[in-house]
T-cell receptor
């Protein structure tokens, strides 16, 4: 399998519980943020995004929270399922410079 | 279906050889990108192209080369000058301009023997 996630922080949650994955971003000029899900040996998949003029955005079973004061982003997954097991990482985008910065990621393990 | 196709998925190379990774998209996106992914690190930008016949170096361009002769295609060559080429390579595309979602391919795993 893909070794990308070997050295990542791991969050283990029971199936059915809620998961919260955190991300600290670095660039104060970043004004667009994306959460990606990456399964072993595959490319990242878009989960949800948020622009800097918002504090919260909800999707299906997922919520992203943005705290610009402390430059913090979180992804909440409700009723976590086995299929949610993957590496999750955030991306920050500075629309002034077209620069994307990616976090190192968190591995989510869902326990049956 | 629209998407990004990378090939090959797995590639083995002897030291001193150049290899080319293919990336094709049918999303009609103007911008294309190449990233390298190593264990425990975030994606690092190798090269990007905002428009046909133009491309710019990213943060780790040394030892790599690209071309953008067609809107749909953005091949990456890993040259023998790249000191540590074993990695997972990801191609992505986005609509022109910034602030857009990056669509990723499934990746190419390069191993140098």
């Amino acid at each position: 399998g893909e070794s990308v996630g070997l050295h990542l922080p791991t969050l283990s949650v029971q199936e059915g519980d809620n998961s919260i994955i955190n991300c600290a971003y670095s660039n104060s000029a970043s004004d667009y943020f994306i959460w990606y899900k990456q399964e072993s040996g595959k490319g990242p998949q878009f989960i949800i995004d948020i622009r800097s003029n918002m504090d919260k955005r909800q999707g299906q079973r997922v919520t992203v929270l943005l705290n610009k004061t402390v430059k913090h982003l979180s992804l909440q997954i409700a009723a976590t399922q086995p299929g949610d097991s993957a590496v999750y990482f955030c991306a920050e985008i500075d629309s002034g410079t077209y620069k994307y910065i990616f976090g190192t990621g968190t591995r989510l393990k869902v326990l049956a | 279906d629209g998407g990004i196709t990378q090939s090959p998925k797995y590639l083995f190379r002897k030291e001193g050889q150049n290899v080319t990774l293919s990336c094709e998209q049918n999303l009609n996106h103007d911008a294309m990108y190449w990233y390298r992914q190593d264990p425990g690190q975030g994606l690092r930008l190798i090269y990007y192209s905002q428009i046909v016949n133009d491309f710019q170096k990213g943060d780790i361009a040394e030892g790599y080369s690209v071309s953008r002769e067609k809107k749909e295609s953005f091949p990456l060559t890993v040259t023998s000058a790249q000191k540590n080429p074993t990695a997972f390579y990801l191609c992505a595309s986005s609509m022109a301009g910034a602030g857009g979602e990056l669509f990723f391919g499934e990746g190419s795993r390069l191993t140098v023997l």
